[in-house]
């Protein structure tokens, strides 16, 4: 049996089409179904529905033989155990750094004030800050990182965009870019050795539709 491990919503739609593409398609839409587990057109291949941010986790531990995950959560995870064999270019969006529109954020930075600077990507921010040589107070969230700004919890944010709607819907601009982002296919690296007979046709059926 291979398991794949995906989340709802955009990393699954952006997906699906890939997995036709390898001859994969869920008996069970997971927008609809409760099930957590989804049986395929094919006995030996299953789909686990998980929350984004334990995708790697699932995939690490080999509970799930491979996964999709965005490079933000692959970054956040750390990487440990995981194959990251191909980017699938799918689910595209940039992390940034927001703030105010009234918060004169290079000004801030080029007098080496202390930013508090709020996110669910901690890692990713304490990295990016400390390559800049900008001193910062992070505070962790789960969730709508755009209001932390408008409440006065942070200075600034670092969060992902793509169409930049969100943020300009709280009067937030993005005052420096870290990185553009997309998902990647990760393989547990012992199921790639284990299981190479049935994984690799399926890795290569991926790399054929997103080219
Ligand atoms: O939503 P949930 O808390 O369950 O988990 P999640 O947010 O981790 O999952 P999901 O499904 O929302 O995102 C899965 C992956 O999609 C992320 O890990 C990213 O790699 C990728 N992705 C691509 C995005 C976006 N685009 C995106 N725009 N993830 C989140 N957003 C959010 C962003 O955080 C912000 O709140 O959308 C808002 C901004 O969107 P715009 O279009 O207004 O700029
Ligand atoms: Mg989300």
């Known amino acids: 049996m291979i398991t794949i491990a995906l989340s709802k919503g955009r990393i699954y739609d952006e997906t699906a089409p890939l997995l036709k593409a390898a001859g994969i398609v869920a008996r069970d839409d997971p927008e609809k179904s409760r099930k957590l ?104 969230l789960y969730g709508s990182m755009e209001l932390a700004p408008l409440t006065g919890l942070a200075d600034a944010i670092v969060d992902l965009v793509s169409t930049g709607r969100t943020l300009e819907a709280n009067d937030l601009k993005e005052v420096e870019a870290i990185a553009p982002l997309s998902a990647r296919l990760i393989v547990n690296q012992t199921a790639l050795k284990l299981k190479r007979a049935a994984i690799q046709p399926l890795l290569e059926a991926f790399a054929r539709a997103t080219r």
């Open 37 to 140: 587990i989804l049986r395929t057109n094919r006995a030996d291949v299953r789909l686990v529905i998980v929350r984004a941010t334990d995708v790697p986790t699932y995939v690490q531990y080999g509970a799930a033989d491979l996964g999709v995950a965005g490079k933000d959560v692959l970054d956040e995870h750390g990487g440990q155990g995981l194959y990251q064999p191909l980017d699938l270019k799918i689910a595209r969006c940039r992390m940034v750094v927001a703030a105010p529109a009234g918060f004169d954020y290079r000004r801030a930075v080029r007098q080496g004030a202390r930013l508090k600077v709020a996110t669910k990507y901690v890692q990713t921010a304490r990295e990016h800050f400390a390559a800049k040589g900008v001193h910062v107070d992070l505070i962790k």
